[in-house]
């Protein structure tokens, strides 16, 4: 997020610019990276502008997300995207990636204690797809870029997804 000085500047965006593919392959990076101190986001930078376009970053230290004096850029985590059910927390989501330790269990349950690989993987591919497919039919229409709880305010910018949809 950035600090309430650039808060004018942020003002000036109307709308991100975003593939989703970025937004899948950003959980899957965190899903990837959670035992490490690397997380994954999507960043704004400065100049901005009244259109912008948010692209995958990696931040090196989870303890500097968000950060709290970065005014040259606002970091959203792919959360921020997707809308479940009408319940919208744009610092979480309730779509849980699967695992391939889920997927083994799945395929266990189907085919016995000695399923090989190559089902587990068939399995693992298709939960997979149907979390994209999911993910992808929960995309929101705006997106909450800045947040200051002590002043109750809040911007906000229009979203728009192009790319591989």
């Known amino acids: ?47 901005f502008e009244s259109e912008m376009e948010a692209t995958p970053h990696a931040l090196a230290d989870r303890t500097d997300y968000p950060p709290g004096d970065e005014p040259t850029q606002i970091l959203l985590g792919p959360e921020a995207f997707v809308n479940v059910r009408g319940d919208y927390d744009p610092d979480r989501t309730r779509i849980p990636i699967p695992t391939w330790e889920e997927s083994r269990s799945v395929a266990r349950n189907d085919h016995g204690e000695d399923v090989d690989e190559e089902i587990v993987e068939e399995y693992h591919t298709t939960v997979m797809g149907a979390w994209e497919e999911c993910v992808r039919t929960s995309l929101v229409d705006e997106v909450r870029l800045l947040s200051d709880s002590e002043h109750e305010t809040e911007v906000w910018a229009s979203v728009r997804y192009e790319g591989s949809n």
Do not use: C, G, Q, Y
Not at 24 to 33: G, P, V
């Open 1 to 47: 997020m950035t600090t309430l000085e650039s808060r004018t500047t942020a003002d000036e965006i109307e709308a991100v610019v975003i593939d989703p593919k970025h937004i899948i392959e950003t959980f899957k990076r965190n899903r990837r990276d959670e035992t490490e101190e690397r997380s994954h986001v999507l960043r704004i930078s400065v100049p």
